[in-house]
């Protein structure tokens, strides 16, 4: 059974650093890409941003809105996905996905979510 | 990236067949994907390559194309259907794909 549990949510002044993990099971994790994708509380879905798996050479892509500020990494050895966030803003706040992408011919989707993390980031 | 668009409520009662649409330009390119959101859950996969169903998801649900416009069609429906539904597809104009979601749709069981 495909498991992906987020963890290191919490409360953030505007302006800190907040690293999130998300703990995969029950797949190849090296074989799939792997995204992140936000919501802000009685909003919609946002794709935060990726990263290709290692076939791929773990490269990495992001929404506009993030892009500079924070970073998607991963640890195949550890089947742990990761996001680094800094120079947080009021409006990062959100619950924040891992989510495994699945990518063919120019398309791309998600086919397993996680639970989710909250952060809010408040003064 | 291009925008999806979503009719941001529908209203049926229990046994009906409900209809949720989702319009987009590049929709006759690019395939479309549904996603079901119960309160204070994660997204779960409906409808993948526009009508295409995840082994688990139940025959009720199902999906169409035309043109600009998918469908996620749920025939009888239940009182555990309510729930947010979003459709969300690719931008493959760049380099990568985009992924794109639209903003949503309400489902109330009456």
């Known amino acids: 059974e495909v498991q992906l549990v987020e963890s290191g949510g919490g409360l953030v002044q505007p302006g800190g650093s907040l690293r999130l993990s998300c703990a995969a099971s029950?797949?190849?994790?090296?074989?799939?890409?792997m995204d992140w994708v936000r919501q802000a509380p009685g909003k919609g879905l946002e794709w935060v941003g990726r990263?290709?798996?290692?076939?791929?050479?773990?490269?990495?892509e992001y929404a506009a809105s993030v892009k500079g500020r924070f970073t998607i990494s991963r640890d195949d050895s550890k089947n742990s996905l990761y996001l680094q966030m800094n120079s947080l803003k009021t409006e990062d706040t959100a619950v924040y996905y891992c989510?495994?992408?699945?990518?063919?011919?120019?398309?791309?989707?998600?086919?397993?979510w996680g639970q989710g993390t909250l952060v809010t980031v408040s003064s | 990236s291009y925008e999806l668009t979503q009719p941001p409520s529908v209203s049926v009662s229990p046994g009906q067949t409900a209809r949720i649409t989702c319009s987009g330009d590049?929709?006759?390119?690019?395939?479309a994907y549904w996603y079901q959101q119960k309160p204070g859950q994660a997204p779960v996969l409906v409808i993948y390559?526009?009508?295409e169903r995840p082994s688990g998801i139940p025959e009720r649900f199902s999906g169409s194309s035309s043109g600009t416009t998918v469908t996620l069609t749920i025939s009888g429906v239940q009182a555990e259907d309510e729930a947010d539904y979003y459709c969300?597809?690719?931008?493959?104009?760049?380099?990568?794909?985009?992924?794109?979601f639209g903003g949503g749709t309400k489902l109330t069981v009456l």
């Open positions: 989510a495994r992408g699945e990518y063919y011919s120019l398309e791309y989707y998600f086919d397993y």
């Open positions: 029950g797949f190849t994790f090296s074989d799939h890409y």
């Open positions: 990263t290709r798996n290692k076939a791929n050479s773990y490269t990495t």
């Open positions: 590049a929709l006759p390119k690019q395939y």
């Open positions: 390559k526009d009508s």
């Open positions: 969300q597809s690719a931008d493959s104009s760049g380099t990568y794909p985009d992924v794109v």
